[in-house]
């Protein structure tokens, strides 16, 4: 992913096709050490694409990915937590409680004063 992400990077600043040590200069100006054979892979499977190309089938192939779950499950959420809604009433008070007692505790004074 971070060879993908130094790719992507030279690519917004106008370099569109990087080489290797491109993508090793924006690697290591952050202290991150490249590995040749995933860079050499990630070059040679993005060479002559487009990536704003890349990017758009990408995101449709994202599009057909179920992600969340169905209207069924989260309808019987709350009929259970109706139950267990009296407790939680109950236990606010003594939240507010305690914020108040730790808001005392430094008592206006900085970590270094």
């Known amino acids: 992913m971070k060879h993908l992400a130094a790719y992507l990077l030279l690519g917004l600043g106008g370099n569109t096709e990087p080489s290797a040590d ?9 202290g991150i ?3 040749e054979e995933r860079l050499d892979k ?5 060479k002559g694409k487009d990536l704003q190309e890349l990017i758009a089938e ?3 192939k ?9 209207g069924g499950g989260s309808a019987a959420a709350p009929a259970a937590a109706g139950g267990t809604a009296a407790a939680a009433e109950e236990e606010k008070p003594a939240e507010k409680e305690e914020e108040k007692e730790e ?3 430094d008592m206006g004074f900085g970590l270094f004063d």
């Open 33 to 35: 050490d490249a590995d």
């Open 42 to 46: 990630l070059i040679d499977e993005l």
């Open 58 to 60: 990408g995101s449709t």
């Open 103 to 105: 808001s005392d505790e």
């Open 22 to 30: 491109d993508i090793k200069g924006v690697l290591s100006s952050v």
């Open 62 to 70: 994202l599009a057909s990915v179920p992600s969340g779950g169905s």
